[in-house]
Structures are given as structure tokens and as C-alpha cells.
């Protein structure tokens, strides 16, 4: 049965055959090639996704817009295109209807590459970090879509916790308002991207992909619609120290505030002020969380495949 957003998508045939034999697939998000790491950090840690989602038995779907397609799958060429290009609108849900009716290049956050994931059917999505209550969020009102798209879109999000660029405490808050299981896994702490422990207990805990898969089937099949949040912190030995990220995080915030850099623009702002105030260090921490994330959610999609 043909759906009204089929005339809008290219799915890759690899993809199209996995969904429609129940394989597991896992979708991976653009804007962090795009607005999230410097070319070619971005093309590398792309690429290599998509072979630890394969080595876990599941298929990747990288999912974008170019020219006003959406794009579930990108091949090579397309991959190598949105790592170098400059005007790739940043394609949240408010986005969506706008960058493709105009025929534009759009990278999907993670609440957009959520509703296109969902729209053919993927329920395991994996990325770095997520969108959350911004400091300052009390006077600003800057809470990311994302925890909203949480709230209604069917689709675990896999990630190492959301960034201390971030309000930890108020975005964990939030969550629970939004009705969002927020889950960290093997540990009762919920992660801090660069650092495994952001200070804050995350409510809930699995230890293992399958009982995270039993915890989606329950879920959804009591039509709680929504995700869930997978909190997997960075392996250790990858980390970056607290005192060096949480002073780089100051300053880039300070920068923030004084540049007036608001609205959409201040995640990535802030992404690349961290970056160059770490140097190297902070990006070999974000490739190597971001493929812990990709495992971790081919095996949970592996074992929700054999659940239903
Ligand atoms: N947080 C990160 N890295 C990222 C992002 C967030 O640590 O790359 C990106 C994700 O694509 C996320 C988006 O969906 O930023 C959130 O942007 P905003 O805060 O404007 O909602
Ligand atoms: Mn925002």
C-alpha cells in the first residue's frame, strides 16, 4: 500500500527489501556531518557507521534531503556530497515542508531524521548526542524539538546522553514531563557525551540490547506512542576529562552570549566553539562514542526483529 509521502522519498533498494522482510535497520542522522564535525572527520565517521551497523547485522539508512528528495539511504557520491557542502539547510520538523517543497539540500536532526525514519518504518535510530533544555532555557525558551519529537514519533534514539552545553538536570526534567523513558545503559548514571557520568541518576536502566527491545515491544504494543532515549555513555578509555570539557564548554558559551548567537544556530555554535577549544581531542571522543552508538542500536534492532 502506497503511502502520500512514498512520491517524496528515495529509499535504497538494500533498505526497501530489509523493511519489507523485518530485518533490523538502524537510521543515522545528517546534521551531524553536516553542521557536527569538520570535513573530513565527518565523511569518516559516516562511513564508518554504516560498516559497524553492518558488522552488527542490521542495514544503515542515513537519512538527509538533497535537492528536495528525502533521501532514506545515501550512497558514496551522496555521502561525499553533503560532508563537503556548505548550504545544507539545518532540517528540523519545522523545516521538513519547506526544504523539500523548495527543492533544497537539507541535513535532518535528530527529531526530523525521527519522523522520516518512522515514516517507513525504522525504530532504531543512532546518534552522538540530543537536543535538550539549553542553559538559560528559563528566560531564552530554547528546548531543542527533539525532546518534543521524543515525546510522539515511534523511534528509539540511541546517544551518549546530551552534552552539558546543555541543561542536564532541566532536559532530564522535561523528559519526564514528556512522558520519555529515558534509559541509561549498563550504568545507573545517565552520560554526558564526552564524559560517561553527567552527575544525574537516569530513571531507568537496562543492561543488556534485548531487554531494551522487550522494554520497546511493551511500549508500543499499550500504544504509548513516543521513543525511548538510550543513554550509552563513551567507552573510558575515550573520554575527555571533565575539567578540560566543562572549561571549554564555559568559554563557548561565553562566546555564545557575547556574539548574541541564538535560535538554531546555537548547537552548532557551540559544537564547533568546544571543538576548537579542546583541539583534536573532543573530536576523537565524538567519532568514537557515535560508533559505540551504532553498535549498540544494530543489536537492539536486531533483537527487537526476532520479538516481532
Ligand atoms: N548535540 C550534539 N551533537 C549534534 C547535535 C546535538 O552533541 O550534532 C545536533 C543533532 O542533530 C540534534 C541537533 O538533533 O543538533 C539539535 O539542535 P537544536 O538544539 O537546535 O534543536
Ligand atoms: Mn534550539
Known amino acids: ?8 522519498m528515495d529509499v535504497l533498494p538494500e533498505i526497501r527489501q530489509a523493511l519489507d522482510q523485518g530485518k533490523a535497520v538502524v537510521a543515522l542522522e545528517s546534521t551531524i556531518i553536516s553542521h557536527g564535525m569538520p570535513y573530513p572527520d565527518n565523511l569518516d565517521c559516516a562511513a564508518n557507521c554504516e560498516r559497524i551497523v553492518r558488522d552488527h547485522g542490521a542495514v544503515p539508512a542515513t537519512i538527509a534531503i538533497l535537492k528536495g528528495r528525502v533521501k532514506i539511504g545515501l550512497n558514496r557520491g551522496e555521502l561525499e556530497y553533503l560532508a563537503k557542502a556548505k548550504n ?10 519547506a526544504v523539500l517543497s523548495l527543492g533544497q539540500d537539507g541535513a535532518t536532526t535528530v527529531a526530523a531524521t525521527m519522523i522520516l525514519a518512522d515514516r517507513v518504518g525504522i525504530r532504531f535510530f543512532a546518534t552522538g548526542g540530543v537536543g535538550g533544555v539549553h542553559r538559560g532555557a528559563e528566560c531564552s525558551m530554547d528546548i531543542s524539538a527533539d525532546l518534543t519529537e521524543l515525546q510522539t514519533t515511534d523511534v528509539c534514539v540511541i546517544s551518549a546522553g546530551v552534552k552539558s552545553i546543555l541543561d542536564i538536570g532541566r532536559t532530564l526534567e522535561y523528559m519526564e514531563t ?15 557525551f564526552y564524559t560517561p557520568d553527567s552527575g544525574f541518576d537516569a530513571p531507568l536502566r537496562v543492561d543488556d540490547a534485548a531487554a531494551a527491545a522487550r522494554m520497546l515491544k511493551v511500549k508500543w504494543d499499550l ?20 575539567e578540560k570539557i566543562n572549561g571549554a564548554i564555559e568559554e563557548a558559551l561565553r562566546r555564545a552570549d557575547a556574539k548574541k548567537i541564538t535560535g538554531k544556530e546555537i548547537t552548532p555554535f557551540l559544537l564547533d566553539a568546544v571543538k576548537e577549544l579542546t583541539g583534536g581531542e573532543s573530536l576523537e571522543a565524538n567519532k568514537r562514542l557515535v560508533y559505540g552508538n551504532a553498535a549498540l542500536a ?11
Not at 545544507?88 to 515542508?97: E, G, H, Q, T
Not at 544494530?298 to 516481532?308: H, I, K
Request: proline content about 12%.
Open 1 to 8: 500500500m502506497s503511502k502520500p509521502w512514498d512520491k517524496y
Open 88 to 97: 545544507v539547510v539545518k532540517c528540523s520538523r519545522r523545516d521538513l515542508a
Open 178 to 192: 514528556l512522558g520519555i523513558p529515558v534509559v541509561a545503559f549498563g550504568q545507573n548514571r545517565f552520560p554526558a
Open 223 to 242: 500504544a504509548l506512542h513516543g521513543g525511548i532515549i538510550i543513554g550509552n555513555p563513551i567507552p573510558p578509555e575515550y573520554a575527555v576529562p571533565p
Open 298 to 308: 544494530a543489536d537492539m534492532a536486531a533483537a527487537f526483529a526476532v520479538l516481532s
